[in-house]
T-cell receptor, first 110, second 116 residues
Framework: GQQLNQSPQSMFIQEGEDVSMNCTSS?????WLWYKQDPGEGPVLLIA?????ELTSNGRLTAQFGITRKDSFLNISASIPSDVGIYFC??????????FGTGTSLTVIP | EAGVAQSPRYKIIEKRQSVAFWCNPI?????LYWYQQILGQGPKLLIQ????????DSQLPKDRFSAERLKGVDSTLKIQPAKLEDSAMYLC??????????????FGPGTRLTVL
């Protein structure tokens, strides 16, 4: 199955810094989703994007659906310790199939 | 609205034994997905149901894995016999699949399987 290219693979940042990660695909998607996963838990939906060019915020999180429909990015502003976890992007195609990125592991140093 | 329910949360078995996982999707969600997530990787789709029909099972190892969703609501995933490489998190997810462009997928807490 298709897997999306997600970068960076891991990040180590100081508390209070901003974070940016992105996801690219060779295929067009109708929906882009961003999830956060804590150890031993299922992914939790953070932001859903439904239109090319759409920019959506959820608190300190901001995500954008790329114009080409083949990419998306997620920004986290003023990071805090509870932001630690693995962030996954996912794209949905017209067949309602979801494909996942390889994940970005975020470590926030207090 | 209740989320996706899964049980058990953890399971430890020996190789060649059988195991079954259960999932109850969000009420009204027509599409149900089973994923396998190896530690350090993203979820990999095993099987996708639309109501009680299979949409995609191309990555399901059918010699040992089986899944059903008989009444189009809850679902079970079975492994028989288990191998060491089956050790992973098994995630269930559901989506409404209203036919529109705003469909979103929600995950359950997962079942962590360890095969010894």
């Amino acid at each position: 199955g298709q897997q999306l290219n997600q970068s960076p693979q891991s990040m180590f940042i100081q508390e209070g810094e901003d974070v940016s990660m992105n996801c690219t695909s060779s295929s067009i998607f109708n929906t882009w989703l961003w999830y956060k996963q804590d150890p031993g838990e299922g992914p939790v939906l953070l932001i859903a994007l439904y239109k090319a060019g759409e920019l959506t915020s959820n608190g300190r999180l901001t995500a954008q659906f790329g114009i080409t429909r083949k990419d998306s990015f997620l920004n986290i502003s003023a990071s805090i310790p509870s932001d630690v976890g693995i962030y996954f992007c996912a794209g949905r195609n017209t067949g309602n199939q979801f494909y996942f990125g390889t994940g970005t592991s975020l470590t926030v140093i207090p | 609205e209740a989320g996706v329910a899964q049980s058990p949360r953890y399971k430890i078995i020996e190789k060649r034994q059988s195991v079954a996982f259960w999932c109850n999707p969000i009420s009204g969600h027509a599409t149900l997905y089973w994923y396998q997530q190896i530690l350090g990787q993203g979820p990999k789709l095993l099987i996708q149901f639309q109501n009680n029909g299979v949409v995609d099972d191309s990555q399901l190892p059918k010699d040992r894995f089986s899944a059903e969703r008989l009444k189009g609501v809850d679902s079970t995933l079975k492994i028989q016999p288990a191998k060491l490489e089956d050790s992973a998190m098994y995630l269930c997810a559901s989506s409404r699949h209203s036919g529109g462009d705003t469909d979103t997928q929600y995950f359950g807490p997962g079942t962590r399987l360890t095969v010894l």
